[in-house]
């Protein structure tokens, strides 16, 4: 398993029909390195999907969506190459 710290406390930003921008607390500072993804809500947790590597936590693009759709967001850090628990 990983000792990653969870990110928390999402945010979604900028929120338009098709396109929103995502941004979470880096618990401690300690991070650097997250992945997230954005999935339907009628799709349920990820199992095998990959999510977007990034090195900020502040404003990161989300983009592709469907109008009138419920999404899911699931971050997670990275840390030693090793994803850690979702959000």
Same mark, same amino acid.
């Given at each position: !398993?990983?000792? *990653?710290? @969870?990110?928390?406390? /999402?945010? %979604?930003? +900028?929120? #338009? #029909?098709?396109? $929103?921008? @995502?941004? &979470?607390?880096?618990? #401690?500072?300690?991070?650097? @390195? &997250?992945?997230?993804? /954005?999935?339907? $809500?009628?799709? !349920?947790?990820?199992?095998?999907?990959?999510?977007?590597?990034?090195?900020?936590?502040?404003? +990161?693009?989300?983009?592709?969506? @469907?109008?009138?759709?419920?999404? +899911?967001?699931?971050?997670?850090?990275? *840390? !030693?190459?090793?994803?850690?628990?979702? %959000?």
């Amino acid at each position: !398993g990983s000792t *990653c710290p @969870a990110p928390s406390v /999402v945010t %979604l930003d +900028n929120l #338009q #029909q098709t396109t $929103a921008s @995502a941004s &979470w607390n880096n618990v #401690q500072s300690l991070m650097s @390195a &997250w992945q997230y993804l /954005v999935l339907p $809500a009628t799709d !349920g947790p990820p199992t095998t999907q990959t999510g977007i590597d990034t090195n900020t936590n502040v404003n +990161n693009p989300i983009i592709d969506l @469907a109008p009138g759709t419920q999404y +899911n967001l699931y971050v997670r850090s990275v *840390c !030693g190459g090793i994803p850690g628990p979702s %959000l």
